[in-house]
């Protein structure tokens, strides 16, 4: 059985930075492309940052270029998302998500195994 579990999240002041996790299991975890999406009410499933599997290759969308980073670390089967200088429009649920396609993966319907949602709030 694969499971994401996703941990971090909360309540934030604009301009701070917040890390979240993922960490997988019931999968070759370095096998893997891993990714994040966001999902604000009221609007679609976003993509956000994807990386491969070695690390060799890291996309992010415009939106978080620059502010967000996206890492891994295979001895502990995790995927991370560091999220700087964070604004009002970041507020969303964020979800981690797992491929075993090669090459890079932007769409929703691309990824095979999701976690559960964590909630991301950013104060003005």
Sequence with gaps: QVQLVKSGGGLVQAGES???SCAASGLTFNTYRM???RQAPGKEREFVATI???ATNTFYSDSVNGRFTISRDDGKNTVYLHMNSLRPEDTAVYYCAATAGWSTQ???TDYNYWG?????????
């Design 18 to 20: 917040l890390r979240l």
């Design 35 to 37: 990714a994040w999406f």
């Design 52 to 54: 491969s599997r070695g």
């Design 106 to 108: 932007t769409g929703p």
């Design 116 to 124: 559960q949602g964590t909630q991301v709030t950013v104060s003005s």
